[in-house]
């Protein structure tokens, strides 16, 4: 299949995120979200982002240019027919994704294939709500989604071979490399990072040490880029904490209890950066 253009659902983090890896390789882009706002603060951030890399002599202006007229901001699932591929890139909720997917499901051409961008969520289950559970696949990027090159490639039970392949076809189209992962609570990356994190947040709990001198000591110790908690500010506490439940839900595993310091933060509305406060103020 020829993936000429992609909507995305959602102009958040990720959604904007997406849009943007893909403009810039030259594929067209329909970023729906809920309201005009929300769409124009995601075209408003690609934007920015795009503006940084003319500036560090990564883009060209005439390419920077052209990459935004490739994205089209739309409040209106209907523009989305055009497209061969529709990635879901919404909260990480399960009912809100459910929804979003059944909206989709009825109105998007029978051959349309359409991928979730979820980091735990049962990619089985998503595409059991779907009319085409076998042109459904995961395809989940890694925050901040220009700059990462890793894409998890998802295969639920019911995900064809062809599926399959055009997905990860386009993932390499954009730059990036992926690795294809059987159906699991937490795919490969997120099933051994969160729980680290987890582990990071009772080490602080316990006052085994600062977090500055716990993130230090990843960094240093481990050669990580960013420590554990840091990173969980970036990634939001709140987003950790549902991971970590998905966890214990699905493998019945005491090994998987959120740390309670990460449930009194999240209570708390300190969900990192996105909100001025987490392990860190910001």
């Known amino acids: 299949m020829n993936i000429t253009t992609v909507g995305v659902v959602g102009a958040g983090t990720m959604g904007n995120g997406i849009a943007q890896a893909c403009a810039v390789r030259g594929i067209n882009v329909v970023m729906v979200d809920i309201n005009e706002a929300a769409v124009q603060r995601g075209l408003a951030t690609v934007s920015g982002s795009l503006d940084r890399l003319v500036k560090k002599d990564k883009l060209s202006s005439a390419d920077k240019d052209a990459a935004v007229a490739r994205i089209q901001g739309s409040t209106s699932y209907d523009d989305l027919k055009r497209a061969q591929l529709v990635i879901e890139a919404a909260t990480e909720n399960e009912a809100l994704k459910i929804k979003i997917l059944g909206q989709l499901d009825a109105m998007l051409p029978a051959e349309t294939l359409v991928a979730t961008n979820t980091s735990s969520i049962s990619i089985t289950k998503l595409a059991a709500s779907t009319q085409r559970a076998d042109r459904f696949i995961g395809m989940h990027f890694f925050n901040p989604v220009p700059m990462m090159a890793l894409v998890e490639i998802i295969r639920g039970l019911q995900t064809s071979d062809a599926t399959h392949d055009a997905v990860k076809e386009l993932a390499t189209a954009l730059g990036k490399t992926p690795i294809t992962v059987n159906n699991a ?41 960013i420590g554990p908690l840091a990173l969980a500010d970036m990634i939001g506490l709140d987003v950790c904490l549902a991971v970590m439940n998905v966890y214990v839900d699905e493998y019945a595993d005491s090994k998987y209890r959120p740390c309670p310091l990460l449930k009194e933060m999240v209570a708390a509305g300190w969900l990192g950066r996105k909100t001025g406060r987490g392990v860190y103020r910001y």
């Open 185 to 225: 609570p937490g795919f490969v990356v997120n099933r051994i990072l969160v729980p680290m994190i987890n582990e990071a947040f009772f080490v602080l709990a316990e006052g085994l040490a600062s977090a500055e001198d716990i993130d230090a000591g990843m960094r240093l110790g481990c050669n990580h880029p």
